[in-house]
């Protein structure tokens, strides 16, 4: 079989609110979108860069540059297999040094290929044979605020909505500060930080996560560094809360190693940071065998990257509830028909129709779009 097309959709999406964490404000997310035909199916995946290095080295840029200059001719070019397309792409690109947002993006595209053409659901694909969840839990991931009483409204309202555990976003300075009104107002909520390496360069890094000690927090996600996993193994010694690991892990590999190290207890996986939910699925598998829970983390996701995230989500081992917000949470109008939505107890229904499971709106796409391309032979 061959890949008949590649679309590269770079859209623009208005965000309903501001979103700030310890590496800066997003109002507006720039957005990378792919679309593949192979066999008479289409497909769709979602790069979570943004459209500044900030999170990651990537952007919707650089992962245009490396599908239209490296990846799309590749794959047009070659002979692909009817049943397994997305793992054989998995492998043929596994080589390749980094922009592992890119590579999943197009391999995402691929899964729903092979979902339609086999007649099931991305969610069974990636099941591949394990149970999973028809429904899971969710978790509201909230910005940093100057004014407390905006964040305490924003936690009121997510509290009532369902959502089943508040990370609020902190930084050196506003850490303390903010969690103890919070536990203050709020009592014994499933609470948890994330701190986007902000205490990287912080002296005083190990004194001020001691201090959230004391507020039975769920886990600290990404106190140091992107590239000190390393260092995350005496903080963990030194702390009761458990450290969940995000910007640092990029592979199976760097999650066996912080485990080895006992870096973190806990790991997020965004498949996007791991290069592919091949890659991605491998990760889950190895913390199932090692005893160490994960959740799905999200990049503020147009419904595309959101619904393959939910599929991934309902594996056994995503114990903990993930940042897998409601569309309209986000954004002012979704890309996908129907949006993803949040029942009264806090979880999303995981779809099982042949492929994605919900439509993809390209008029919509249309509205927003800064670029569009599309590769053929
Ligand atoms: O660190 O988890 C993160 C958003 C953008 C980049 C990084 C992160 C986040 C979030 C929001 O926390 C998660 C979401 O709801 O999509
Ligand atoms: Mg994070």
Redesign the pocket.
């Known amino acids: 079989m061959h890949v008949d097309a590649l679309e590269l959709f770079w859209i623009k999406m208005p965000m309903v609110g501001r ?1 700030t ?1 310890s ?1 800066g404000t ?1 109002q507006e997310r720039d957005i990378l979108l792919v679309k593949a035909s192979a066999g008479g199916a289409v497909g769709w995946g979602e790069s ?1 860069a ?1 459209g500044l290095p900030l ?1 990651s080295y990537e952007t919707a840029r650089t992962g245009w540059h490396i599908i239209e200059d490296f990846i799309a001719p590749v794959v047009l070019e070659q002979e692909w297999p009817e049943e397994g397309i997305a793992t054989a792409y998995a492998k043929r690109f596994e080589d390749w040094r980094w922009h592992p947002m890119a590579r999943c993006s197009f391999e995402e595209a691929l899964w729903v290929v092979e979902a339609q053409l086999r007649d099931t659901s991305v969610q069974d694909l990636y099941a591949h044979g394990r149970t999973t969840r028809e429904r899971i839990p969710v978790g ?2 909230l ?1 940093i605020q100057n004014d407390f009483e905006v964040l305490a409204e924003q936690i009121s309202a997510g509290l009532e909505q369902g959502y089943q555990r508040i ?1 609020l ?1 902190v930084e050196p300075g506003r850490d303390v500060s903010v969690v103890e009104p919070v536990r203050e107002r709020f009592g014994d909520i499933p609470l948890m930080v ?1 701190a ?1 390496c902000g205490y990287r360069d912080d002296p005083n890094a190990l004194e001020s996560l001691k201090a959230l000690d004391g507020f039975n927090l769920l886990m600290i ?2 106190p140091l560094a992107h590239d000190d996993v390393d260092g995350h193994a005496p903080l963990q010694a030194a702390l009761e809360t458990p450290i969940c690991l ?2 640092s892990i990029h592979s199976p590999q760097h999650a066996a190693h912080a485990i080895d190290i006992e870096a973190c207890r806990i790991i ?1 996986i ?1 498949a996007s940071r791991i290069g592919g939910r091949a890659a991605a699925i491998a990760i889950h598998d190895l913390c199932a065998a090692r005893d160490i829970p994960v959740w799905c ?5 147009s419904g595309v990257g ?1 619904l393959h995230n939910i599929a991934m989500a309902s594996l056994p081992n995503f114990q903990m509830p993930g ?3 409601a569309s309209k ?2 954004w002012k109008a979704d890309i996908i028909d129907p949006p993803v939505e949040i029942d009264a107890e806090g979880q999303v229904t995981v779809p099982n129709t042949v492929g994605l499971g919900h439509e993809v709106m390209e008029e919509r796409i249309k509205e927003n779009l800064v670029r569009y391309e599309k590769f053929s032979l």
């Open positions: 979103f964490t590496f997003t979570g943004d999170y509201i991931s910005g990370k976003k994330d986007n996600e990404q995000d910007e997020n965004k983390g999200g990049m503020l996701e959101r940042d897998l917000s949470r986000y």
